[in-house]
T-cell receptor, first 113, second 112 residues
Framework: DTGVSQNPRHKITKRGQNVTFRCDPI?????LYWYRQTLGQGPEFLTY????????KSRLLSDRFSAERPKGSFSTLEIQRTEQGDSAMYLC???????????FGPGTRLTVL | GESVGLHLPTLSVQEGDNSIINCAYS??????FIWYKQESGKGPQFIID?????DKRQGQRVTVLLNKTVKHLSLQIAATQPGDSAVYFC???????????FGQGTRLTINP
């Protein structure tokens, strides 16, 4: 399968714990995006990378959130000191270039107890 | 069956009928539009896209229509099948912007 992959698919954690998610984009896609989706809503943009550079961050991305793409391939999204409001589906997408189609992964569903 | 936009998030149609899902986008400067299908517990799946220099594009059993005058996008699905049951989102992209902006979504239910 050469699509976008995400791990883990599900994560249950207690409030205050740190969590880290991984995204592997479609190979040779330079752009990688993170979105968050809550129940009944469309995905909302969090941040994106052009190769290893993080070029834009949404206001939704509080100081507790950090994303990296160290070698321009896979990316990680870390949430520190999780809160119940962080419970959501975290989606990763990749694309070739600006204005190109974004292809989504299956998502990581986070539940904060 | 036809939805009337973001304020009617559910559309039920009979199997075999045609479906029309509507979307009102927000920014007249947007120049690229995508329809995604999302099944329960899965990520959005690309269906079809259209750029602003076109007003119609056809795929396999799907057609997207773009009316820039009224900022309206529609997705037509021909001969709907049970596997078409999902939530459908339209998304817009603005020149120079990297993020997609998604609409609320419409849940399509196929009745046997």
């Amino acid at each position: 399968d050469t699509g976008v992959s995400q791990n883990p698919r599900h994560k249950i954690t207690k409030r205050g714990q740190n969590v880290t998610f991984r995204c592997d984009p479609i190979s040779e896609h330079n752009r990688l995006y993170w979105y968050r989706q809550t129940l009944g809503q469309g995905p909302e943009f969090l941040t994106y990378f052009q190769n290893e550079a993080q070029l834009e961050k949404s206001r939704l991305l509080s100081d507790r959130f950090s994303a990296e793409r160290p070698k321009g391939s896979f990316s990680t999204l870390e949430i520190q000191r999780t809160e119940q409001g962080d419970s959501a589906m975290y989606l990763c997408a990749s694309g070739r270039e600006s204005g190109d189609t974004q292809y989504f992964g299956p998502g990581t569903r986070l539940t904060v107890l | 069956g036809e939805s009337v936009g973001l304020h009617l998030p559910t559309l039920s149609v009979q199997e075999g009928d045609n479906s029309i899902i509507n979307c009102a986008y927000s920014n007249s400067a947007s120049d690229y539009f995508i329809w995604y299908k999302q099944e329960s517990g899965k990520g959005p799946q690309f269906i079809i896209d259209i750029r602003s220099n076109m007003d119609k594009r056809q795929g396999q059993r799907v057609t997207v229509l773009l009316n820039k005058t009224v900022k309206h996008l529609s997705l037509q699905i021909a001969a709907t099948q049970p596997g078409d049951s999902a939530v459908y989102f339209c998304a817009e992209n603005r020149p120079g912007a990297q993020k997609l902006v998604f609409g609320q979504g419409t849940r399509l239910t196929i009745n046997p």
